[in-house]
Nanobody, 120 residues
Framework: VQLQASGGGLVQPGGSLRLSCAAS????????MGWYRQAPGKQRELVAT???????SYGIPVSGRFTISRDNANNRIYLQMNSLIPEDTAVYYC???????????????WGRGTLVTVSS
């Protein structure tokens, strides 16, 4: 199973950026998908998650500015980030809880991360 994230880059404060993440490989079913981020010197924190029913949750720092969406048919998620501020600068990691077969419990998988830099 691989999670491939893309869309990071440099953006000015107040700008927008859209991240995407695709899950591929031996996938039987996907429960949750989402994004976490880690800024230099800080712990990894929740950005946003979406479950298989489309129910979303957001970290407090991004609530109202970021929107997560999911394409179940293609095992993809997107993160629309608006009104970006320098404090949003971090490596953003795609995450998924999924099963690779009918039997067994779901496991967590992580992508490599994509860097988002908010700076003028």
């Amino acid at each position: 199973v691989q999670l491939q994230a893309s869309g990071g880059g440099l953006v000015q404060p107040g700008g927008s950026l859209r991240l995407s993440c695709a899950a591929s490989g031996r996938i039987f079913s996907i429960n949750d998908m989402g994004w976490y981020r880690q800024a230099p010197g800080k712990q990894r924190e929740l950005v946003a998650t979406v479950n298989s029913d489309g129910i979303t949750s957001y970290g407090i720092p991004v609530s109202g500015r970021f929107t997560i969406s999911r394409d179940n048919a293609n095992n993809r998620i997107y993160l629309q980030m608006n009104s970006l501020i320098p404090e949003d600068t971090a490596v953003y990691y795609c995450y998924s809880e999924l099963k690779t077969g009918f039997y067994g419990n779901p496991s967590d998988y992580w992508g490599r991360g994509t860097l988002v830099t908010v700076s003028s």
